[in-house]
């Protein structure tokens, strides 16, 4: 690239111009990814001066650095800061001035030139510098909310270098400390307590905040703004610590009373996670902040969590879902405490040490205090989801490596967190839960406050366990290897004996380009069933690590006529292919399979069509099976596949009909028995059943009757009461989006009209959700341009932008408008959400497309983009793989199959 050319050359002036100089100093170019190490910060001390009611901030950076060497400049980072002043003082106090130039604009990568070459040594660097409020939810960042301006913080992945100058790569970690001179009305937080406040007499005042742990620039954070504060319960001191830590929330000006429900799960979540780690929560106190706009769900900043609002803003009227997501990521934002915060990753390649982790801890802390929202399944449905991401060419590693800042962005994705925590899952199991938990602790312990890679880990695990490399080996071939492999299964009877012979290649979907030859060390486990003896009718479970191409286990106890699970309580990793006959038994006996596997079962049924080795009568005929479990789970695993037989294999009447009426048969029956009404004391599990089966009635097989008694709760809910509001809470919260979404759908431009006008005042973060969907989801042409439009109207915030757009392109129509409008506006869709949300945006805006035709105008049209787009690359890598390999599956598929 021109910049990186262009600091070539500087480089090389600077290095001639010092040639005679008395020591050498360091000629290099402008560090476009990682920052040389012959410079190394210390502390830093970051006085802000914010008024949210502004368009920028100022502030003063004074950062502790050694010189590791002799150098007449040094390299840190810095985003659309404008330096006014900058000093070097040596450690006898001598004063040096020095000049900051931007080096690369484009990855905010600046250098301070001294103009004279300075000893190796201490300094302390002070720069003063001012900076617009970002628009983009990134650095400093400023949103509105009912008619009040707030000023928020999110720096991950490599946005601190927008917020203040320094060094922005996660192996430095520092101690930093934090003033924030504000107007004396504003409320303002940061990581730390509050030291101390100066009231400055001129309207303004300073409040100084404790000294931090060391930590990465990422993880630093502070908000500005009228908030509410809210103390919550105390979280008690424990073994692990001696002191309690004061727990509060912060929400927007009004809002505080809805944060109390968050607030008072916390102190069990923080208890727990202790437990595990045997290490005492280590920062001096913790905020839970709800944010009026974020780009992502959640931020681990130690202290002062952020939270998009809908889920820390709660109450009787909230979404079931909204409810067990909150404390989902609640759980996953305090294991990060631990995992990220106090033991952090020193470089991007590592992100799954921070990401997997918590989601794998996020998930055994909600089993623990939450059993009934069964994590564990969850966990099993992120391992089928990210599964079908993996089976692409174009998908990345665990560990991929960083090329670019695009690489950086594009490392927040269902491999990094699903895979990796299912990943990690399987060798928890393989190891076991103490010896895992025992190398867990040894490696928080002995990497608190610093950095560790995955390699550091392994070491830990392979120590607690006594294993030797085979287990090195077998993690990695999961970190360092893209793809999901398929284990081959067949049993047989030799020489009275039960053998199950294994075979590993890469799944790869019907039309995929990739190469099946890959190995893995994969711990397989197997749970089988003995049919002779004193435990005739039980089950038992074997596990091998199977790391050559093929295997085999014998199985002890178990007969001809036994039936196995390939994957015992879906731990595993891994997909399965059963020779005919075993899978014809395991099918006969599903029903004595626990709900964990008959997960596991239903993704077979999901790969084996999506590989072409079933049809549409293999999948309708194991449909019924699934459909009548008691667990929600399964009873709608196999939903997806039948939305793409719907979408895209059902052409005729017939075969329409022979879908709506299988669909009307399998789940309506328990959708009138759940009602559209919630019900006293009602399970949540039933409300979230009732929520799927309800939109995929209505939206996907269209159920008239479905539709009809959803339009009825819309009709209500649209009709303004007398301030002139819309009487959004007519209808059930649960069902809010489908209902908005018919209503947008049958009722044409009279929903329309009352959603649009209402957006401008509405201000509780799950309705404004559900309406936004709802008005994506506008069929008839005029409605649908104009919902789209209004993701470039200020009505509609930057982290609101996405549900709008996604919500409906799932008809070939709809599609074809969406890619005209987005092609027609794509320029201003950039400018308003930001140049890093490039990676997601070819998902948004083709995905579920299905033809050659639709992949061909996607290449064309982005091309010419991903220079300026960091992660667009592989965004587009991905839809483009999706789009053709559904567009192969249908080629293959013979749709008279939906009649059998
Ligand atoms: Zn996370």
Known sequence: ?????????????????????????????????????????????????????????????????????????????????????????????????????????????????????????????????????????????????????????????????????????????TPFTLSLTVPENQVAVANTRQVSERKLGDGWRKLSFATTKPLPTYLVAFAVGPWDVVNGPKIPATQWRSHAIPLRGITPKGEGQRIKPALAETPAIITALEDYFGFGYPFDKLDLLAAPDFAAGAMENPGLVTFRDYLMLLDANSPAHNVRSSFNVNAHELAHQWFGDTVTMPWWDDLWLNEAFATWMQSKITRQLHPEYRADLELIGGANYAMQNDSLVSVRRIRQPITGNGDIETAFDGITYQKGAAVLNMFERYLGADTFRKGVRAYIKQHQFSSATADDLIAALTKASGKDQRLAKAMQSFLDQAGVPLVDTTLSWENGKAVLHLKQQRYLPLGSTGEAKRLWGIPVCVRYSITNGAAAGETKTQCELLDQKQGQMVLQGASASSWYMPNADAAGYYRFNMAHDDLARLTGNLEKLPDTE????????????????????????????????????????????????????????????????????????????????????????????????????????????????????????LQPNADGQLNLEAANPDLLRSVLAVSTQDSGSTAIDALIKALGTASEPAQRMAMLAGLGSATTAGSAERARNLALDPRVKIGEMSTLLRASREDGEGREAMWKWFTANHVQLIKRSGEMSGSRLPGLVAGDSCSQREADRLAAFFQPLLEHLPGAERGLAQTREQTLLCTALRDKQDPEAILR
């Open 598 to 717: 008959q997960l596991a079962y239903a993704d077979a049924i999901n790969a084996g069509f999506g590989r072409g080795d079933l049809d549409a009568a293999a999948v309708l005929a194991a449909a019924p099976r699934l459909a009548k479990s008691d667990t929600r789970e399964v009873a709608t695993a196999l939903i997806p596949t039948l939305q793409w037989l719907s979408r895209y294999e059902a052409r005729s009447d017939a075969q329409r009909t022979r879908l709506t009426e299988l669909a009307r048969k399998l789940y309506l029956p328990r959708l009138q028995q759940l009602g559209y009404q919630r019900r006293a004391n009602e399970s949540q599990d039933d409300a979230l059943l009732r929520a799927s089966l309800a939109d995929f009635l209505a939206l996907d097989m269209k159920l008239p009757e479905v539709r009809q008694a959803l339009l009825a709760q819309g009709k209500q809910a």
């Open 1 to 173: 690239m021109c910049t990186t050319r262009r600091f070539t050359l500087a480089a090389l002036a600077i290095s001639i111009a010092s040639f005679n100089a008395a020591a050498a100093t360091p000629d290099d170019a402008a560090p476009l990814g990682k920052l040389p190490r012959w410079v190394q910060p210390l502390a830093y001390q970051l006085d802000f001066r914010v008024d949210p009611h502004q368009l920028e901030y100022t502030g003063n950076a004074t950062i502790d650095i050694e010189l590791k060497q002799a150098a007449d400049h040094l390299w840190l980072h810095g985003h659309d800061l404008s330096v006014s002043k900058v000093t070097l003082t040596d450690s006898s106090k001598k004063i040096h001035t020095a000049e900051y130039k931007v080096a690369a604009k484009k990855e905010g990568v600046a250098t301070l030139e001294f103009g004279q070459t300075l000893p190796a040594g201490r300094y302390s660097v002070m720069l003063e510098y001012s900076a617009p409020f970002n628009q983009q939810l990134e650095g400093v960042y400023k949103v509105n909310s009912q008619g009040e301006p707030y000023v928020i913080t999110q720096m991950e992945a490599i946005s601190a270098r927008y917020a203040f100058p320094g060094f922005d790569e996660p192996a430095f970690k």
